[in-house]
């Protein structure tokens, strides 16, 4: 049974650099084709994709926010870190992480259950 | 980067209706599409990939079709416990998402 869970902290000041911290069990990150995501969602507003981090090390964000997120694995403890640098109210959002699975292209079948970030000083 | 539109953003439906939501994207993707239903408070679930290949546990009310840039979702008969918000997301290239269709009650 694949669970996803994120943890960090709920409330950043501004400037701050965020850390998030995914934590997966029932599968493993040097399987081939897996990978795990990074999502997050303002409150009332849409999914916004963060970051990607495959089983060979390969690490994917969007051009937008790429010079202020960085995605490392840590397989031998089951998890997946996300730092984001320079936050801004804005950024207040649930941050999601999720199982990568291969479909032709990248699924996200399991989720984990969100962790709410406040940004404010 | 590929941008996605669903349409509508909103929609009010009876239980027991035919509901079509509609996706499209900005360049052709061939049928590297995903839609999720996510409820209130809760996470995503992914329901069709692939544009129309059923996720598994998911209930065959639910089917996608399309190809290059327009895509639709279709609940068959809208049940109490389908009223949520839908997502599609192209998988063709880094992952990008539409708005959202958010299905309420009539």
């Known amino acids: 049974q694949i669970t996803l869970k994120e943890s960090g902290p709920t409330l950043v000041k501004p400037t701050q650099t965020l850390t998030l911290a995914c934590t997966f069990s029932?599968?493993?990150?040097?399987?081939?084709?897996?990978?795990v995501g990074w999502f997050r969602q303002p409150p009332g507003k849409a999914l916004e994709w963060l970051a990607l981090i495959y089983w060979d090390d390969d690490k994917r964000s969007p051009p937008s926010l790429k010079s202020r997120l960085t995605i490392t694995k840590d397989t031998s403890k089951n998890q997946v870190v996300l730092k984001m640098t320079n936050m801004d109210p804005v950024d207040t959002a649930t941050y999601y992480c999720a199982h990568r699975r291969d479909c032709g292209g990248d699924c996200f079948d399991y989720w984990g259950q969100g962790s709410l970030v406040t940004v404010s000083s | 980067d590929i941008q996605m539109t669903q349409s509508p953003s909103s929609l009010s439906a009876s239980v027991g209706d035919r509901v079509t939501i509609t996706c499209r994207a900005s360049?052709?993707?061939?049928?590297?599409l995903n839609w999720y239903q996510q409820k209130p408070g809760k996470a995503p679930e992914l329901l069709i990939y692939?544009?129309?290949s059923l996720e598994s546990g998911v209930p065959s009310k639910f089917s996608g079709s399309g190809s290059g840039t327009d895509f639709a979702l279709t609940i068959s008969s809208l049940q109490p416990e389908d009223f949520a918000t839908y997502y599609c997301?192209?998988?063709?290239?880094?992952?990008?998402f539409g708005g959202g269709t958010k299905v309420e009650i009539k």
């Open positions: 692939r544009a129309s």
């Open positions: 360049q052709s993707i061939s049928t590297y």
């Open positions: 029932g599968f493993s990150l040097n399987t081939r084709g897996v990978g």
């Open positions: 997301q192209q998988s063709y290239s880094t992952p990008t």
